[in-house]
């Protein structure tokens, strides 16, 4: 198939999706562009709508309405109204709310305020709690009764502030609001999956919808022992993409760069992939021909070739530096499985070869080992092309 200018900008692209709500609408949008998608949920998130602890809480703040009231997720203040509807509570809910000073953490929290007919007052700009905490810490709350809408679960890879607790320092009387929990899913498989082809560079990105999806990624991958190396493949050729700034705080707090829209919705988290993916991607011209590496395929003279994971994993050596010599024993080094022997790897390059549909554009330098046969335009890319030319005369294997 060929890759084409408009309309499949993501062609050939590999994209994981750890959302748990809304993933086959994201995944829609992503493969209406051209892309594979490897879906894994991350979260499984646990509405408490039966949960004793947030009725008793509700039917207290509708006996005495909170001055402040803060949602900070939309599926979290929509679980509320949902629980409140069952109880026969939502219109004396809304009335309590409705008399007190509505603030939404972000946009998805402001749409859900709103379609329980109600009105916020106020929301960040950032949608961050730290932007909450300074506006109300501004203005002094001391004494003051301030419901928080909570939203799952804190943990080590969470390095939000703890909205309640600095309130309570504050001198603010804060009820916390349970709504829902997360933890991750039941089956894990999807999940060490998506981890592992992450870790391998066998994606060309992976998208986040939340911080807590983030969260129960990099618990699992520290679970399994592929933290590190998850961690290098996202500081490397696998682009983290988070629909905002909190939820690409807890990569960020690891030094991972995240690349993110500028508005915090699923459309534009899925034109931002397709705009990104493309500008990043370099495309490289050898033995006439030109070839751009994606995760688990390649796209040669605008064809997109899926390759098997032997092939993948030599064409992400030899493209790493590209024109440097690559010794037999360091491809081997790199094919699954491993091994002794170096035939294992002619063999590997004599498929590469055949599946790249171009077998020149590998060279074979005698007694040394392989590189990408570079034309003489992109010898920028490469450390060694003083030896091209009369150092590729050995058979082609």
């Known amino acids: 198939m060929s890759v084409a200018n408009t309309g499949d900008p993501l062609r050939g692209f590999t994209i994981g999706v750890t959302a748990a709500r809304r993933s086959e609408e994201f995944t829609t949008l992503l493969t209406r562009r051209g892309a594979n998608v490897v879906l894994a949920p991350a979260i499984r998130i646990i509405p408490l709508v039966d949960d004793a602890e947030l009725e008793r809480v509700t039917q207290?703040?509708?006996?005495?309405?909170?001055?402040?009231?803060?949602?900070?997720?939309?599926?979290?203040?929509?679980?509320?109204?949902?629980?409140?509807?069952?109880?026969?509570?939502a219109e004396d809910l809304r009335g309590a709310l409705s008399s007190s000073r509505l603030l939404?953490?972000?946009?998805?929290?402001?749409?859900?305020?709103r379609?329980?007919?109600?009105?916020?007052?106020?929301?960040?700009?950032?949608?961050?709690?730290?932007?909450?905490?300074?506006?109300?810490l501004a203005e002094g709350i001391e004494g003051r009764r301030i419901a928080v809408q909570m939203h799952g679960a804190a943990t080590e890879w969470e390095p939000l502030p703890d909205l309640c607790e600095v309130l309570r320092i504050a001198g603010a009387h804060v009820v916390p609001v349970p709504v829902y929990r997360w933890t991750p899913?039941?089956?894990?498989?999807?999940?060490?999956?998506?981890?592992?082809?992450?870790?391998?560079?066998?994606?060309?990105?992976?998208?986040?919808?939340?911080?807590?999806?983030?969260?129960?990624?990099?618990?699992?991958?520290?679970?399994?022992?592929?933290?590190?190396?998850?961690?290098?493949?996202?500081?490397?050729?696998?682009?983290?993409?988070?629909?905002?700034?909190?939820?690409?705080?807890?990569?960020?707090a690891l030094g991972v760069p995240t690349t993110m829209p500028g508005r915090a919705r699923l459309g534009s988290l899925a034109r931002h992939i397709a705009e990104e993916l493309p500008r990043r991607s370099v495309t490289l011209q050898a033995a006439g021909h030109s070839l751009a590496v994606r995760?688990?395929?390649?796209?040669?003279?605008?064809?997109?070739?899926?390759?098997?994971?032997?092939?993948?994993?030599?064409?992400?050596?030899?493209?790493?530096?590209?024109?440097?010599?690559?010794?037999?024993?360091?491809?081997?080094?790199?094919?699954?499985?491993?091994g002794e022997d170096t035939h294992a790897v002619e063999t590997a390059i004599a498929r590469l070869r055949a599946g790249l549909g171009a077998p020149k554009m590998v060279q074979t330098i005698v007694k040394r080992g392989y590189r990408l046969a570079l034309d003489t335009t992109d010898c920028a890319h490469a450390d060694t092309c003083d030896?091209?030319?009369?150092?590729?005369?050995?058979?082609?294997?």
């Open 60 to 89: 207290d703040l509708i006996d005495n309405p909170p001055e402040i009231a803060i949602a900070t997720t939309g599926i979290g203040f929509r679980g509320w109204m949902e629980a409140a509807e069952g109880w026969g509570s």
């Open 104 to 113: 939404a953490r972000g946009p998805k929290a402001t749409g859900a305020i």
């Open 115 to 136: 379609a329980a007919g109600l009105r916020e007052e106020w929301s960040p700009a950032s949608e961050s709690s730290a932007e909450v905490i300074d506006h109300l």
């Open 185 to 252: 899913p039941d089956d894990q498989t999807a999940m060490d999956r998506l981890i592992e082809l992450t870790a391998a560079g066998g994606l060309d990105a992976v998208s986040f919808t939340s911080a807590p999806a983030v969260a129960s990624m990099l618990m699992r991958a520290k679970e399994i022992g592929l933290i590190n190396s998850l961690l290098q493949a996202f500081g490397g050729p696998v682009l983290a993409v988070c629909v905002g700034p909190v939820t690409a705080a807890p990569l960020e």
């Open 295 to 338: 995760g688990g395929c390649v796209v040669v003279d605008g064809e997109v070739r899926p390759l098997p994971p032997a092939a993948m994993a030599l064409t992400r050596t030899l493209t790493r530096v590209p024109g440097r010599v690559v010794t037999r024993e360091e491809l081997l080094s790199v094919l699954p499985g491993g």
């Open 387 to 397: 030896e091209a030319g009369g150092n590729d005369d050995g058979p082609q294997t």
